[in-house]
């Protein structure tokens, strides 16, 4: 098991636990607002894929701004996951950041929850 923060890609870091029988990863962004993320997505399954957990939730409390492409990691990650009988939660946006997800549809796929408890319970 991965336990501690560890650097991704691009200057975002992540957190790694885990609770309830999930891989936890919760989400450090880059100083810089609009950093892209199209290497994130391979770096963070690089990391699950080196675990046997396949139900994974992401906390993006630390997330002010959500870009598109931050959007396509969820995504690519929800999708590798399904793939494999897996399970992508994600946990504790921002208020904007839950509009942007919201308007793009994709709480329809992937619903967010305020809390870890939420998300695995």
């Known amino acids: 098991m991965i336990e501690g923060t560890r650097h991704l890609a691009n200057d975002w870091w992540g957190t790694f ?14 100083s810089e607002v609009f950093s892209e993320a199209p290497s994130l997505a391979d770096a963070l399954w690089n990391e699950i894929t080196g675990t046997s957990y396949r139900r994974v939730a992401i906390e993006m409390n630390d997330i002010a701004f959500l870009p598109s492409s931050l959007m396509g990691v969820a ?31 994709l709480d329809t796929m992937m619903p967010v929850f305020d809390d870890l408890a939420g998300a695995v319970g």
């Open 17 to 30: 636990g885990s609770f309830e029988g999930w891989l936890v990863i919760r989400l450090h962004p880059p």
């Open 75 to 105: 995504v690519r990650l929800h999708k590798r996951l399904s793939m494999e009988g897996g399970e992508l939660r994600v946990v504790g946006f921002r208020p904007a950041c839950r509009e942007a997800w919201h308007a793009c549809r």
